[in-house]
Nanobody
Framework: QVQLVESGGGLVQAGGSRRLSCAAS????????MGWFRQPPGKERELVAC????????HYGDSVKERFTISRDNAKNTVYLQMNALKPEDTAVYYC??????????????????WGQGTQVTVTS
């Protein structure tokens, strides 16, 4: 079973940047579509971005388009989320997740079979 470990969360001022990483253990990473989700306090979990196993397709939530970039390094079994122009409303626990079927685009949380423990990102105004 793949294990996912996020890192890079913390406190950042509005307008700043942060890069999250998610390291996957085990084989098979290059066959998975990977996603980043977030859950703000008191709200539902939402898709931030996802990336196809090949890196050839990416999809972003409307609220982060043009500000966040998802990427992956299959040689390092790692997926990244570069977050720029952060806003207080980006404050959330951020989770990475793996879609074992390697869908071209996977926007639903139900498509993902493995999840990390989450990393807190807090954006102060």
């Amino acid at each position: 079973q793949v294990q996912l470990v996020e890192s890079g969360g913390g406190l950042v001022q509005a307008g700043g940047s942060r890069r999250l990483s998610c390291a996957a253990s085990g084989r098979g990473f290059s066959t998975y579509t990977m996603g980043w989700f977030r859950q703000p306090p008191g709200k539902e979990r939402e898709l931030v971005a996802c990336i196809h196993r090949s890196g050839g397709s990416t999809h972003y939530g409307d609220s982060v388009k043009e500000r966040f970039t998802i990427s992956r390094d299959n040689a390092k079994n790692t997926v990244y989320l570069q977050m720029n122009a952060l806003k207080p409303e980006d404050t959330a626990v951020y989770y990475c997740a793996a879609d074992f079927f390697g869908r071209w685009v996977a926007v639903s949380a139900s498509s993902y079979g493995a999840w990390g423990q989450g990393t807190q990102v807090t954006v102060t105004s």
